[in-house]
């Protein structure tokens, strides 16, 4: 990870935490080339840091319960 900042990005992201990681991971995977992630400490040293490991797939509706059926199933293909 560079610490020297370049003049231009396509995108700029504040914040390395799970949200920040988990955007820059899927505009690179649809191809994006041009990302920055700027963490002012160290990457998931937020709130990510004390939830690491628990996936639990049941959620309060619909739309949350997809999105970690689908969090799971990605870790699976790594
Ligand atoms: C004790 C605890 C237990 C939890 N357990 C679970 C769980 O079991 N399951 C679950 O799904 N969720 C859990 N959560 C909730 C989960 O941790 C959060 O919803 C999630 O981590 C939020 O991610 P985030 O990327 O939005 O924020 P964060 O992880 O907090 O990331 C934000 C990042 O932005 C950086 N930042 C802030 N301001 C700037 C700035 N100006 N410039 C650069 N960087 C900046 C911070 O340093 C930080 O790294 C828990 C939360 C806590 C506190």
């Given at each position: 990870?560079?610490?020297?900042?370049?003049?231009?990005?396509?995108?700029?992201?504040v914040g390395g935490?799970?949200?920040?990681?988990?955007?820059?991971?899927?505009l690179t995977k649809?191809?994006?080339?041009?990302?920055?992630?700027?963490?002012?400490?160290?990457?998931?040293?937020?709130?990510?840091?004390?939830?690491?490991?628990?996936?639990?797939?049941?959620?309060?509706?619909?739309?949350?319960?997809?999105?970690?059926?689908?969090?799971?199933?990605l870790y699976e293909?790594?």
């Amino acid at each position: 990870m560079s610490k020297e900042l370049p003049g231009h990005a396509q995108v700029v992201i504040v914040g390395g935490g799970i949200v920040g990681c988990s955007v820059a991971y899927h505009l690179t995977k649809l191809g994006w080339t041009d990302v920055l992630l700027l963490e002012r400490k160290e990457l998931a040293s937020g709130t990510t840091w004390a939830a690491a490991g628990l996936l639990a797939q049941l959620r309060q509706n619909q739309e949350m319960t997809n999105l970690a059926k689908y969090t799971v199933d990605l870790y699976e293909g790594m």
